[in-house]
């Protein structure tokens, strides 16, 4: 349910619903032939119907915001993964998103780049609700307020991050928390 709607339900129009969730993908999906600025601001202009002036300084804002204000006019190919997963990141926040939704956000990055983008999670929480798919739980455990566990498509348990990582209820999932699953 979003907004107290089914959106798998086949009569819901999922576009409008999208328009009102940022997705940041694993793999970034920036496009290689657009500059940042333009990878930034080509939805909200087509989308949100924003001027071309007024999506660009929202997006040099947000980019400053993360530390990479001098890097508008450069392209994909001239960032690190960390640098293109927080331009991702910006990329979701330029449409003005009730819902955050990140899937694997750090899982290519190098130690230094997970933790500018777990610290940008974090930021983040206090305005936006945030989804992270991640196999990482000590990411989980700093990140997250509640915590739901998969195993092979079923969930097995779902509960404040706290009580999880400290009284699982269903073996399972303490034995994932451990390591000792397998």
Same mark, same amino acid.
């Given at each position: 349910?979003?907004?107290?709607? @089914? %959106?798998? @339900?086949?009569?819901?129009? +999922?576009?409008?619903?999208?328009?009102?969730?940022? #997705?940041?993908?694993?793999?970034?999906? !920036?496009?290689? *032939?657009?500059? =940042? /600025?333009?990878?930034?601001?080509?939805?909200?202009?087509?989308?949100? *119907?924003?001027?071309?002036?007024?999506?660009?300084?929202?997006?040099?804002?947000?980019?400053?915001?993360?530390?990479?204000?001098?890097?508008?006019?450069?392209?994909?190919?001239?960032?690190?993964?960390?640098?293109?997963?927080?331009?991702? +990141?910006?990329?979701? /926040? #330029?449409? $003005?998103?009730?819902? #955050? /939704?990140? @899937?694997?956000?750090?899982?290519?990055?190098?130690? %230094?780049?997970?933790?500018? =983008? $777990? $610290?940008?999670?974090?930021?983040?929480?206090?305005?936006?609700? =945030? %989804? %992270?798919?991640?196999?990482?739980?000590?990411?989980?455990?700093? =990140?997250?307020?509640?915590?739901?566990?998969?195993?092979?498509?079923? !969930?097995?348990?779902?509960?404040?991050? $706290?009580?999880?990582?400290?009284?699982?209820?269903?073996?399972?999932?303490?034995?994932? +928390?451990?390591?000792?699953?397998?």
């Amino acid at each position: 349910l979003f907004n107290g709607v @089914d %959106i798998t @339900d086949k009569s819901c129009n +999922i576009n409008l619903h999208r328009q009102k969730m940022g #997705m940041v993908f694993q793999h970034f999906n !920036l496009f290689p *032939h657009m500059t =940042i /600025l333009r990878n930034m601001t080509l939805a909200p202009v087509k989308l949100l *119907h924003k001027s071309q002036e007024a999506a660009d300084a929202q997006a040099l804002k947000l980019l400053q915001r993360v530390g990479l204000g001098d890097r508008g006019n450069a392209y994909p190919a001239q960032l690190s993964g960390g640098q293109k997963q927080r331009v991702a +990141i910006v990329r979701a /926040l #330029m449409m $003005e998103p009730e819902v #955050m /939704l990140f @899937d694997e956000p750090t899982s290519a990055l190098d130690p %230094i780049s997970t933790t500018r =983008i $777990e $610290e940008l999670a974090m930021e983040l929480k206090s305005k936006y609700t =945030i %989804i %992270i798919v991640t196999h990482n739980m000590q990411q989980a455990l700093r =990140i997250s307020n509640k915590t739901a566990f998969f195993l092979l498509g079923e !969930l097995v348990e779902c509960d404040d991050t $706290e009580k999880i990582f400290s009284k699982p209820q269903d073996k399972r999932t303490e034995d994932y +928390i451990t390591g000792r699953f397998g």
